[in-house]
């Protein structure tokens, strides 16, 4: 899953869902991105998240206010 992420900059802005499959969710996809390096790390959830207990995201959007992807920044 992480062969090309090389390709694309630190700096660039992640938006992961939470529920991705049985298998992986959006936290193991963005603590793996984050031991990478990338710091600009977004979870995107219907449920309530407690951004707290998540040091790594920078911050959760709530599916129910997609609108906020706007006004993300790096």
């Known amino acids: 899953?992480?062969?090309n992420t090389h390709?694309?900059?630190l700096n660039t802005i992640f938006?992961?869902?939470?529920?991705?499959?049985?298998?992986?969710?959006g936290l193991f996809i963005s603590r793996t991105l984050f031991a990478?390096?990338?710091?600009?790390l977004y979870l995107f959830s219907g449920e309530e998240?407690?951004?707290?207990?998540?040091f790594w995201l920078?911050?959760?959007?709530?599916?129910t206010t997609p609108q906020k992807?706007?006004?993300?920044?790096?």
Do not use: C, R, W
């Open 49 to 54: 998240i407690n951004e707290d207990e998540y």
């Open 1 to 3: 899953m992480f062969q």
């Open 15 to 25: 938006v992961i869902d939470f529920n991705l499959d049985d298998s992986e969710n």
């Open 36 to 40: 990478m390096g990338y710091k600009n």
């Open 58 to 63: 920078k911050g959760t959007i709530s599916k």
């Open 7 to 9: 390709e694309y900059p």
């Open 69 to 74: 992807i706007v006004t993300l920044k790096a």
